[in-house]
């Protein structure tokens, strides 16, 4: 009986540590291609993605460009459902604290932002503000296209007022986004296994033990 459930346990533990390896990863990325094209707002701006499920998400990074010239820029990520009017950015899943002073490269920077663990449909519209850019404008340059999921759109301005953009490619910016596994798919996975491995240790225990 202590083999067994030692055995279980330990069964538990790779098998949790196996699903999350395998199932955490990039769902989203549009870091590839750069499209020579920028745009420059001090509004909301961003796209609308599609990813291959829903997902949790533990990593927003967003690209921003300062024209050649090093500085300094504030931003703010949010993380929308697109359950809004037509299609629009509605409910606010998440949204940053504001980072003060980002410090930039004379060229395209991909700012990373930690998200705690946000639970997002296949279908949901990330965005950036930026604001206080010294000494330059900062703007978000486009690249395209995607190598891990899509772009559907972009919007801009919000959150009250959304407008869309036409896209693809001029305005389908540079981003990448990372996801963990969810409890549920982990433990689901885990379950039936244990359950499998039990099973097995069972029978063993009740096979007869034939003599000479």
């Known amino acids: 009986m202590r083999f067994?459930?030692?055995?279980?346990?330990?069964?538990?533990?790779?098998?949790?540590?196996?699903?999350?390896?395998?199932?955490?990863?990039?769902?989203?990325?549009?870091?590839?291609t750069f499209q020579n094209a920028i745009t420059f707002d001090v509004a909301q701006y961003g796209n609308e993605v599609l990813v291959s499920q829903p997902a949790r998400v533990s990593d927003l990074e967003i690209g921003v460009n300062q024209q050649g010239a090093a500085g300094t820029k504030d931003l703010q990520a949010f993380l929308y459902a697109?359950?809004?009017?037509?299609?629009?950015?509605?409910?606010?899943?998440?949204?940053?604290?504001?980072?003060?002073?980002?410090?930039?490269?004379p060229g395209n920077d991909l700012i990373a932002f930690a998200v705690p663990n946000v639970d997002v449909p296949t279908i949901f519209t990330w965005a950036i503000q930026i604001s206080n850019s010294q000494p330059i404008a900062v703007g978000l340059p486009s690249f395209d296209p995607p190598t891990?999921?899509?772009?559907?759109?972009?919007?801009?301005?919000?959150?009250?007022?959304?407008?869309?953009?036409?896209?693809?490619?001029?305005?389908?910016?540079?981003?990448?986004?990372?996801?963990?596994?969810?409890?549920?798919?982990?433990?689901?996975?885990?379950?039936?296994?244990?359950?499998?491995?039990?099973?097995?240790?069972?029978?063993?225990?009740?096979?007869?033990?034939?003599?000479?």
Not at 4 to 24: C, D, K, P, R
Not at 84 to 99: Q, R, Y
Not at 171 to 196: C, H, K, Q, W
């Open 82 to 105: 697109n359950d809004g009017t037509g299609g629009a950015p509605g409910t606010l899943l998440w949204k940053s604290t504001i980072m003060t002073n980002v410090v930039l490269t």
């Open 4 to 32: 067994w459930f030692s055995g279980l346990f330990s069964a538990l533990l790779l098998i949790g540590l196996t699903q999350a390896s395998a199932q955490a990863g990039v769902i989203f990325d549009n870091t590839t």
């Open 148 to 212: 891990v999921g899509a772009v559907l759109a972009e919007w801009f301005a919000g959150p009250s007022d959304w407008s869309r953009g036409s896209g693809p490619a001029n305005f389908d910016y540079m981003a990448r986004i990372t996801a963990v596994p969810e409890p549920s798919t982990i433990l689901n996975g885990s379950l039936a296994l244990v359950i499998a491995l039990g099973w097995t240790l069972n029978r063993r225990r009740r096979k007869p033990v034939t003599t000479p």
